[in-house]
C-alpha cells in the first residue's frame, strides 16, 4: 500500500491543455514535494509546501497544499510538450520519506 | 561539482550473489538517501544517513545493507540478490533533511537485473 496515492496514473492531453494532478493521504504531513523525474534520470524537485492551505506557483504550475497537510495538487496551464514527463509527490511524515506512485503525463503537440 | 554520482549504471546478477552500488556526493551534504523505484511505482526509502558513522532503515530495508564511513559516500550492499531486487536504485542527497523544505539532489540512477 502507497502512504501517498496520486491520480490519475496516466494522462495523455493536446498542447494548450490545462490538468490536473492530486496526491492524497490519509496521513498528515510536514511539509509535502513535487518532482518532475524525466526517463533514466532521477527526480528533480519542483517545489516545496510546508503551511496548510499554501499555493505556489512557477510559471503555468500551481501547487496547493490542503488545508489539513494531508492531500495537494499540481495543475498545469496551457501545457506544452517540454511538460511530458513523470510527476511526483513526496511527503515528509512519522521522520521518513514517502513517495507517490506517481502520475505520467504525455502532452501531444 | 559533479553533484550526486552513481556507479555502475547498469547490472546483472545471479541469484544469491552480491555487489555493492556506489554513490559519491561532492557538495558537503549531510544527508545522504538510498531509493528504489520499481516500475510504474514510486520510490520507496531503503536507508539514509544523517552523516558520517550514522544510518537508519527507511521504509524497505531488508535484504540491503549500507555503510557510511566518509561524508561523500554511501554505498549500498546487496547481500544475496533475489528477483525481487530487479529495480531502479536512486541515491540522493541533501543538506539537511529534506522534510525541512531542503532540496534533494539525485543521482542518475542504477538499473539493476537479478535472474
Known amino acids: 500500500t502507497q502512504l501517498l496515492e496520486q491520480s490519475p496514473q496516466f494522462l495523455s492531453i493536446q498542447e494548450g491543455e490545462n490538468l490536473t494532478v492530486y496526491c492524497n493521504s490519509s496521513s498528515v504531513f510536514s511539509s509535502l514535494q513535487w518532482y518532475r523525474q524525466e526517463p533514466g534520470e532521477g527526480p528533480v524537485l519542483l517545489v516545496t509546501?510546508?503551511?496548510?492551505?499554501e499555493v505556489k506557483k512557477l510559471k503555468r504550475l500551481t501547487f496547493q497544499f490542503g488545508d489539513a497537510r494531508k492531500d495537494s495538487s499540481l495543475h498545469i496551464t496551457a501545457a506544452q510538450p517540454g511538460d511530458t514527463g513523470l510527476y511526483l509527490c513526496?511527503?515528509?511524515?512519522?521522520?521518513?520519506?514517502?513517495f507517490g506512485s506517481g502520475t505520467k503525463l504525455n502532452v501531444k503537440p | 561539482n559533479a553533484g550526486v554520482t552513481q556507479t555502475p549504471k547498469f547490472r546483472i546478477l545471479k541469484i544469491g550473489q552480491s555487489m555493492t552500488l556506489q554513490c559519491t556526493q561532492d557538495?558537503?551534504?549531510?544527508?545522504m538517501y538510498w531509493y528504489r523505484q520499481d516500475p510504474g511505482m514510486g520510490l520507496k526509502l531503503i536507508y539514509y544517513?544523517?552523516?558520517?558513522?550514522?544510518?537508519d532503515k527507511g521504509e524497505v530495508p531488508n535484504g540491503y545493507n549500507v555503510s557510511r564511513s566518509t561524508t561523500e559516500d554511501f554505498p549500498l550492499r546487496l547481500e544475496l540478490a533475489a528477483p525481487s531486487q530487479t529495480s531502479v536504485y536512486f541515491c540522493?542527497?541533501?543538506?539537511?533533511?529534506?522534510?525541512?523544505?531542503?532540496?534533494?539532489?539525485f543521482g542518475p540512477g542504477t538499473r539493476l537485473l537479478v535472474l
Open positions: 509546501v510546508v503551511t496548510g492551505g
Open positions: 513526496a511527503g515528509d511524515a512519522f521522520n521518513k520519506f514517502y
Open positions: 544517513s544523517v552523516g558520517a558513522g550514522i544510518t
Open positions: 557538495m558537503n551534504h549531510n544527508y
Open positions: 540522493a542527497s541533501s543538506h539537511i533533511w529534506t522534510g525541512g523544505q531542503e532540496t534533494q539532489y
